[in-house]
């Protein structure tokens, strides 16, 4: 029997099926279905109980007949599994270890596993909004949040068969241009793109701007100014624009690129410029938004807070703003993508924005012909906290830039490499400083649940034990090296495989056979963590198998079986770390 990937969607569609077969159930039954406890199982269908509340019926009573039913039904999945009643009414299933055979003979590559891993469900266009830095500053602490797990939601949905498109929806529309072109002409500078530290004096700049329009009114009158020229099309204007923005995407891409992380489209705001006309004229025509103090608003009557508190879409001086762009921006993704669904990664500050934004575009597009409304949702986090609790700075009270924090994740798992591993030529220590650094920032902050703020420790992200890539990266090098010595290539040999047997084979059997439920409680949920949580447990059931079962013994077909799940963890683990972004090592 060829077992599906998706081992939990597939029960859960036979008990559903076999429930509808008989007169006791109808179709609101649920079954429930969740991963059990160990100690009863894999998969526990909770569902009969309350469905027997609801009918008034005995629970027990039903779930045997369901029991019975399923036993009749499907003779595969009673050949494989101990289907059993707990307590009131609930079933367990329980797979035995000839399943676990048959199940891991299969899925015994990358290829094998990504085909298996394709879900019809996620056949549709998904946006993803991500990372999406302002210009004319250097990405600091809290672009990776965006940055990290937006790639891996793209990654996860990727793997499940979704069509992915990334788009970077830079901010390069606001303020902080009439601020800078006036300060430019002020100090009379003459902007050098090449400059290895441009970004760096473009900062500069803006400071210095900035104080002057606090000390001077007349500066900040100027600022407005050269900001209206700039929006109106005023081609010197726009000419510093655009040379500030490169400068801006080179230091933006060279980040991306330490971090592998990579974009369909960059369409900044000022790509939707010239699209709000529509935007204004769609929202008045249908009476969604109205004209307040000379801005035109949006109210939602029906919504506690935002009947009160106004979305505005067209400030008073006429200038289109964050949600006039946002709004087109939408309407864009749908005509030209035809999106079924777009994410939106951006920090938990923006939750008000997003709400009525999403309110307002659904009042909107309905009007729409031939437009059906795409599934909005925004994916906020949290803040990232320095060990005194509050929002992580440098020591003078800046932002942390992100360039700085990378080097010094490199720098510091150097540091450990050189320790741990004098031996390595100086090339493969570089290599593996990288690859450990930049994964331990990754992972610190996927494996947090992301609505959660979270403290940053540079200890605890590179311990080797805990939660922490290098110890995640550490299993997958020990497995490695396991084929190494036995002179074996993963894969090899297992027509000789038995089925597992002892505890730590099995429990090993079990949690591999789980990693279909992470993958889906990671994506329904856009929850990273989930998957690293999971892949935690897993190096866990592959430490305890290793230290008490002996990988190469006498006995051949032991042997085999015990390799083959030192191949499937490896498989597991590889492609696991590599959907959360994080590329893996050959030796540690
Ligand atoms: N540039 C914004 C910021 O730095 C994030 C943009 C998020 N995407 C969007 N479509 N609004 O906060």
């Known amino acids: 029997m060829n077992w599906p990937f998706y081992i939990a969607k597939y029960l859960d569609n036979v008990i559903a099926k076999t429930a509808r077969s008989l007169d006791a159930f109808d179709d609101s039954f649920e079954s429930d279905l969740r991963p059990a406890d160990a100690r009863f199982g894999e998969f526990q269908a909770n569902g009969v109980l309350p469905y027997a509340k609801r009918k008034g019926a005995n629970p027990r009573e039903l779930a045997n007949q369901l029991v019975t039913a399923l036993r009749t039904c499907d003779s595969a999945l009673t050949e494989a599994t101990n289907l059993e009643i707990a307590g009131p009414g609930f079933i367990n299933f329980k797979f035995l270890p000839k399943f676990y055979l048959e199940w891991l003979s299969y899925l015994s590559n990358q290829g094998e596993l990504e085909d298996a891993a394709k879900s019809p469900i996620a056949n549709k266009v998904v946006a993803v909004d991500f990372s999406s830095p302002n210009t004319a500053k250097q990405m600091h602490v809290g672009h990776i949040r965006s940055t990290?797990?937006?790639?891996?939601?793209?990654?996860?949905?990727?793997?499940?068969?979704?069509?992915?498109?990334?788009?970077?929806?830079?901010?390069?529309?606001?303020?902080?241009?009439?601020?800078?072109?006036?300060?430019?002409?002020?100090?009379?500078?003459?902007?050098?793109?090449?400059?290895?530290?441009?970004?760096?004096?473009?900062?500069?700049?803006?400071?210095?701007?900035?104080?002057?329009?606090?000390?001077?009114?007349?500066?900040?009158?100027?600022?407005?100014?050269?900001?209206?020229?700039?929006?109106?099309?005023?081609?010197?204007?726009?000419?510093?624009?655009?040379?500030?923005?490169?400068?801006?995407?080179?230091?933006?891409?060279?980040?991306?690129?330490?971090?592998?992380?990579?974009?369909?489209?960059?369409?900044?705001?000022?790509?939707?410029?010239?699209?709000?006309?529509?935007?204004?004229?769609?929202?008045?025509?249908?009476?969604?938004?109205?004209?307040?103090?000379?801005?035109?608003?949006?109210?939602?009557?029906?919504?506690?807070?935002?009947?009160?508190?106004?979305?505005?879409?067209?400030?008073?001086?006429?200038?289109?703003?964050?949600?006039?762009?946002?709004?087109?921006?939408?309407?864009?993704?749908?005509?030209?993508?035809?999106?079924?669904?777009?994410?939106?990664?951006?920090?938990?500050?923006?939750?008000?924005h997003f709400q009525q934004l999403f309110l307002t575009a659904e009042k909107w597009i309905r009007h729409l012909q031939d437009h059906k409304i795409p599934n909005l949702r925004h994916v906020w986090f949290g803040t990232i906290l320095g060990e005194d609790g509050k929002a992580i700075k440098t020591r003078s009270g800046d932002p942390i830039k992100l360039k700085d924090l990378l080097a010094e994740a490199i720098e510091r798992s150097r540091k450990i490499v050189e320790e741990k591993n004098p031996d390595l030529t100086s090339q493969e220590r570089e290599e593996i400083a990288r690859l450990v650094g930049l994964g331990a920032i990754k992972y610190a902050d996927l494996s947090q649940n992301r609505t959660n703020d979270y403290v940053f420790s540079w200890d605890k992200m590179l311990s080797l034990d805990g939660n922490t890539a290098p110890y995640l990266l550490y299993a997958i090098v020990r497995i490695r090296s396991i084929f190494r010595k036995a002179g074996h290539k993963p894969g090899e040999?297992?027509?000789?495989?038995?089925?597992?047997?002892?505890?730590?084979?099995?429990s090993l059997a079990r949690q591999l056979l789980l990693f279909s439920s992470a993958l889906e409680q990671a994506t329904s949920d856009l929850r990273p963590h989930f998957l690293c949580t999971y892949l935690y447990e897993l190096a866990g059931s592959f430490s305890t198998f290793y230290n008490s079962n002996k990988v190469v013994v006498e006995d051949s077909a032991v042997k085999a079986r015990r390799l083959m799940l030192c191949a499937r963890t490896l498989t597991v683990m590889e492609a696991g770390l590599s959907l959360l972004g994080i590329e893996t090592l050959e030796k540690m």
């Open 148 to 352: 990290v797990i937006g790639e891996a939601l793209c990654r996860l949905l990727e793997f499940q068969g979704a069509q992915i498109i990334r788009d970077n929806h830079v901010g390069d529309w606001g303020t902080q241009f009439g601020i800078l072109i006036m300060a430019l002409r002020h100090f009379n500078i003459e902007l050098d793109s090449d400059a290895p530290d441009a970004l760096e004096q473009l900062e500069d700049l803006y400071r210095r701007g900035s104080a002057l329009t606090k000390d001077d009114d007349s500066k900040l009158e100027i600022a407005r100014i050269e900001l209206v020229k700039l929006q109106k099309g005023d081609s010197e204007n726009l000419a510093l624009w655009e040379q500030i923005n490169a400068i801006s995407y080179q230091a933006f891409q060279s980040i991306y690129d330490q971090l592998n992380v990579r974009f369909d489209h960059v369409l900044g705001e000022s790509f939707y410029r010239d699209k709000v006309d529509e935007v204004y004229n769609g929202l008045v025509h249908h009476e969604i938004a109205q004209e307040s103090e000379g801005a035109l608003v949006v109210f939602h009557p029906e919504h506690a807070r935002y009947k009160k508190q106004p979305f505005i879409v067209r400030k008073s001086d006429g200038a289109s703003n964050y949600a006039t762009t946002d709004l087109a921006t939408i309407l864009y993704r749908i005509r030209e993508w035809m999106t079924d669904e777009v994410i939106y990664v951006t920090d938990g500050r923006q939750q008000d």
């Open 493 to 506: 040999g297992e027509e000789f495989a038995t089925a597992p047997e002892t505890s730590e084979e099995l």
